[in-house]
T-cell receptor, first 110, second 115 residues
Framework: DTGVSQNPRHKITKRGQNVTFRCDPI?????LYWYRQTLGQGPEFLTY????????KSRLLSDRFSAERPKGSFSTLEIQRTEQGDSAMYLC????????FGPGTRLTVT | AQSVTQLGSHVSVSEGALVLLRCNYS??????LFWYVQYPNQGLQLLLK????ATLVKGINGFEAEFKKSETSFHLTKPSAHMSDAAEYFC?????????????WGAGTKLIIKP
């Protein structure tokens, strides 16, 4: 297993466009987390899945954000009608105990 | 509620010198504490963690941290800095149970190593 992977690594989009990111967790991990990290800050929790069930969502996750994990394996995070304030690194982590992080997707909204 | 404060957004040390990165936490329950490292353009990697038991925790790459309940601290140290240690370091505290938890993070400390 090569660890947690995220695609794309970088995304540049224009304000108002929709974007979707993908996270492939470590195969035997049943828990999957999404975080957002802005420059100079630590990660902020967005949402958490156990298998396919989304168990918790942060208040940071506005109506424009949606996350899915349809078969309890990979997960997608979609942002609709992107805003400049959405520019950040989006991190995914998977866990069966400790959290293992992917390399992140850096989103730039112009 | 849990929270984490990291003192100093940037710390600069000479190669071979002691590294000390400070972390103070707030927790209403016995804390589980973590240090992660993030190299440029990479994800976060676990350095070490404290759960229960021995208060001096050893991690990877020669780092260690000591849990001090009386000081609500979990400072990260390394006796001798190496150029490859240049990275950003994050302290985190766990919120929740074994089966459902989040990590609450500090703002990070960028470690700069001077040759």
């Amino acid at each position: 297993d090569t660890g947690v992977s995220q695609n794309p690594r970088h995304k540049i989009t224009k304000r108002g466009q929709n974007v979707t990111f993908r996270c492939d967790p470590i195969s035997e991990h049943n828990r999957l987390y999404w975080y957002r990290q802005t420059l100079g800050q630590g990660p902020e929790f967005l949402t958490y899945f156990q298998n396919e069930a989304q168990l918790e969502k942060s208040r940071l996750l506005s109506d424009r954000f949606s996350a899915e994990r349809p078969k309890g394996s990979f997960s997608t995070l979609e942002i609709q009608r992107t805003e400049q304030g959405d520019s950040a690194m989006y991190l995914c982590a998977s866990s069966s105990g400790e959290q293992y992080f992917g390399p992140g997707t850096r989103l730039t909204v112009t | 509620a849990q929270s984490v404060t990291q003192l100093g957004s940037h710390v600069s040390v000479s190669e071979g010198a002691l590294v000390l990165l400070r972390c103070n936490y707030s927790s209403s329950v016995p804390p589980y504490l973590f240090w992660y490292v993030q190299y440029p353009n990479q994800g976060l990697q676990l350095l070490l963690k404290y759960t229960t038991g021995a208060t001096l925790v050893k991690g990877i790459n020669g780092f260690e941290a000591e849990f001090k309940k009386s000081e609500t601290s979990f400072h990260l140290t390394k006796p001798s800095a190496h150029m490859s240690d240049a990275a950003e370091y994050f302290c985190a505290v766990r919120r929740g149970s074994d089966s459902n938890y989040q990590l609450i993070w500090g703002a990070g400390t960028k470690l700069i190593i001077k040759p």
